[in-house]
């Protein structure tokens, strides 16, 4: 039992680059959430998906898009990459949405030049 | 607009200290009142939650407090520890299969613990 796994751990784009950044749970929990981490901020929810064929935005999602492309995954992508998306992103996923118990993966550090 | 106040933004404390980590919101619907612990390099991982109508509840060494006429709740942490160290969120969160924003976190408390 893995939980949620993020890959990969690590990247750097160039601006205006594009990429897709992967997310998988193994609990069978219907929801699923992609934050982002800046130092001072917290963390601030991107987009998320209430259960399998649904996708919301949330807080800050302008420059990202999602899919959830089975009950198990959600991918979030990034089209024309910039300097202010560096940061580190969270999947996270629970049983139903709005629980307060949220599973999150290792993250993603991501860095834009 | 941010509606989780969490303060401090840091905090240290010697071994057996008990750091005090404080919360306000302002929004009536919340439901449930979580905090997440992270380490390092790692995701954020549910530490301790309590109901607005529980006053307190106690997990080993950490505590919540909750005034709920006050809108506030804090977390504390007896005999701290050098294994504490850590970045602590306050979060809120509205009912379950609610529409919309689920879980709203404070922006983080990082913890030291010095030996």
């Known amino acids: 039992n893995a939980g949620v796994t993020q890959t990969p751990k690590f990247q750097v784009l160039k601006t205006g680059q594009s990429m897709t950044l992967q997310c998988a749970q193994d609990m069978n929990h219907n929801s699923m959430y992609w934050y982002r981490q800046d130092p001072g901020m917290g963390l601030r929810l991107i987009y998320y998906?209430?259960?399998?064929?649904?996708?919301d935005k949330g807080e800050v999602p302008n420059g990202y898009n999602v899919s959830r492309l089975n009950k198990r995954e959600f991918s979030l992508r990034l089209e024309s990459a910039a300097p202010s998306q560096t940061s580190v992103y969270f999947c996270a996923s629970s049983v139903v949405q709005g629980s307060y118990e949220q599973y999150f993966g290792p993250g993603t550090r991501l860095t834009v030049t | 607009q941010q509606q989780v106040k969490q303060s401090p933004q840091s905090l240290i404390v010697q071994k057996g200290g008990i750091p005090i980590i404080n919360c306000a919101y302002e929004n009536t619907a919340f439901d449930y009142f979580p905090w997440y612990q992270q380490f390092p390099g790692k995701g954020p991982a549910l530490l301790i939650a309590?109901?607005?109508?529980?006053s307190e509840k106690k997990e080993g060494r950490f505590t919540i407090s909750f005034n709920k006429s006050a809108k506030q709740f804090s977390l504390h942490i007896m005999d701290s520890q050098p294994g504490d160290s850590a970045t602590y969120f306050c979060a809120a969160s509205k009912s379950v299969n609610q529409a919309g924003t689920a879980l709203i976190f404070g922006k983080g408390t990082t913890l030291s613990v010095s030996s």
């Open positions: 309590i109901r607005p109508d529980v």
């Open positions: 998906s209430a259960s399998e064929g649904t996708t």
